[in-house]
Nanobody
Framework: VQLQASGGGSVKAGESLRLSCEAS????????MGWYRETPGKQRELVAS???????TYLDSVKGRFTISRNNWKHTVTLQTTNLKPEDTGVYYC???????????????WGQGTQVTVSS
């Protein structure tokens, strides 16, 4: 299984970016998907996650500005960011909890990071 992330970039405060991530390979079940971010001097933090039943959770600081969604058929997860702030700057990593067969355990797979830079 591989996860391919895309959509990062450099924007000004108040602008938007759309981050996408697609899982490929042999996938039997795809449970939770989401995004973490790493910023200098801070631990990696969970930005948003979504279950296979479309239940979403968000980091308090991004509520109302970010929206996570997924396509269960295409095994994709998207993070729509709006009204970006300089403190949103960081490397964003997608993940997916996937089982490759009915009798195999679920494990977490990671995409490569994508840089988001927000200038004031």
């Amino acid at each position: 299984v591989q996860l391919q992330a895309s959509g990062g970039g450099s924007v000004k405060a108040g602008e938007s970016l759309r981050l996408s991530c697609e899982a490929s390979g042999f996938i039997f079940s795809n449970n939770e998907m989401g995004w973490y971010r790493e910023t200098p001097g801070k631990q990696r933090e969970l930005v948003a996650s979504v279950t296979s039943a479309d239940t979403a959770t968000y980091l308090d600081s991004v509520k109302g500005r970010f929206t996570i969604s997924r396509n269960n058929w295409k095994h994709t997860v998207t993070l729509q960011t709006t009204n970006l702030k300089p403190e949103d700057t960081g490397v964003y990593y997608c993940y997916a909890d996937i089982a490759q067969a009915y009798n195999m355990p679920t494990r977490r797979y990671w995409g490569q990071g994508t840089q988001v830079t927000v200038s004031s």
